[in-house]
């Protein structure tokens, strides 16, 4: 479901060579708490499905670059 997030972001190339990059990056990402519902029907009955949630994500990235 929707929710506000809040992301930062970093990254960095190094090169140690003329032919050669090693590029690194990181992201974290916070949703923070929300309260949230959906409608679940089960054998005609209603059950409603809610709770509260919140998102904390960290993601690393390595990336390489050959120059030919």
Known sequence: PSMN???ATA???F???RHFDIDFGYNYI?????EGS???ELNGQNLP????YEIDA???SLG???KF
Not at 30 to 34: A, D, L, N, T
Not at 49 to 52: I, K
């Open 58 to 60: 960290h993601i690393l």
């Open 15 to 17: 090169s140690p060579s």
């Open 5 to 7: 997030r809040l992301s």
């Open 30 to 34: 916070h949703g923070p708490e929300r």
């Open 49 to 52: 499905f809610a709770g509260s």
């Open 38 to 40: 959906y409608p679940y």
């Open 11 to 13: 990254g960095f190339t």
């Open 64 to 66: 390489f670059h050959l």
